[in-house]
Structure formats: C-alpha cells, structure tokens
C-alpha cells in the first residue's frame, strides 16, 4: 500500500489553516489521548513557534484520501547514563555527544519522535501497521540525518510491556526513564516515560 507523508505546515500554506484544522480535528485515538490532544490542540502552534514538525501519512480508502496516522519530529538535548547502553552504542555516541566522566552520562543532542499515532476513526488505523508508520518517521529523520549528520533518534513512550516490545523489535533500546510534567500526566498513565535510543545506520 502506498503512503504520503505531508507536512501540516504544506498543508495549512496550500488549503488554509481552518480546512487543515478541520482535517485534524477527523483524527480520533482513544487508546492515547495524548498523540490525539497533540494533534489536535498543540500541533498547529508548534510549527509556528519551530518547536516541532508534524506529519500527516494519507493513503487510499474508497477512492478518497485519508488520514491514517501521523508524526511529530523535533530535536532535543537528553542525557544517557554510560551503563544503560551497550559498549558498542556508547562507542558510536562519542561522535555526537559530550561525556561526563564524573557523573557517567552522554549529553547529546538527537532528533526525538515526540508524537506517533494511528488514525482510529471509521477504521482507517487497519490501513497502516505500527511498523510502516515508526519506519515512515524514522525515514524522515534519514533524509535530514543524510543532510546535517547524525546516526541516532530517540523517542519517549509510556511504560507498557507491548508499548515496549513494539519499539524494541524495531531496534530501540530502554536508556532512562523522564519523570512527567504535571499536565502530561493528565493525559498519560504512570508517573513517567521510558525512553528508547535507536541507530539508524544499522
């Protein structure tokens, strides 16, 4: 099946802001209110301010286009405890990152998949697997990877076993746990996030 990954600032300048707001406001994912709440509430303002890009993926339902999921790429400076990654992972960090010889972290700046969610409205979530949509995102961060440098990405998620062997079969590995804000935790279980580091040049 084929997919288009569009922006929604490409969208907002081609259609407007108020029809791109109503094509989000289509987008429907009880099983995570918080990929939903992004989308819906947050994500038109951080392009704005260049906090972070979103992604629409569109594919073919009926002969119309329509939403199956979406992604949110941003970069931000996180730090790696040295005993949390393999020898061979710590070797290609000290590339990219800063060490702390004292407190045993890599400090590094990497490209963060902030948000990733499939469309649960009329279906359209059966018109793309988990895997196609985390390879489309990460796809994307090649293309600047392959312009800027940089091998890494890394993204947050909430502390379930499927959630957790979901990114771990795709390659990611745990490296530490965030402690959520208290307005994340609205929207979220628990009281923090695993983090999980992957290398794109594998």
């Known amino acids: 099946m084929a997919y ?11 259609l407007g802001e108020e029809k ?8 429907k994912c009880e099983l995570n ?7 819906k509430h947050d994500a038109i303002q951080f392009y704005k301010m260049g906090m972070s890009k979103t992604f629409l993926v569109f594919s073919t339902y009926q002969k119309q286009n329509v939403i199956v999921g979406y992604f949110a790429l941003t970069d931000k400076i996180t730090r790696i405890k040295s005993n949390a990654v393999s020898n061979s992972i710590k070797k290609r960090l000290l590339r990219f990152a800063k060490k702390d010889d ?49 091998k890494f990405v890394f993204l947050e998620c909430e502390d379930k076993p499927k959630l957790k062997e979901f990114y771990e079969s795709n390659g990611f590995v745990h ?21 999980m580091l992957c290398d794109l040049s594998k």
């Open 175 to 195: 490296f530490g746990n965030r402690n959520l804000d208290k307005d994340e935790r609205e929207r979220n279980s628990g009281q923090y996030l695993l983090q």
């Open 33 to 39: 209110k918080d990929v939903e709440h992004f989308l």
């Open 102 to 150: 004292i407190d045993n972290y890599y400090t590094v700046s990497l490209p963060l998949i902030g948000q990733l969610g499939k469309n649960y409205n009329n279906d359209y979530n059966k018109l793309i697997t988990g895997d196609v949509l985390l390879k489309l995102a990460c796809d994307k961060i090649r293309e600047v990877q392959h312009i800027i440098g940089g």
């Open 4 to 14: 288009n990954v569009i922006s929604i600032e490409d969208i907002s300048e081609a």
């Open 20 to 27: 791109l707001k109503a094509l989000l406001n289509g987008f």
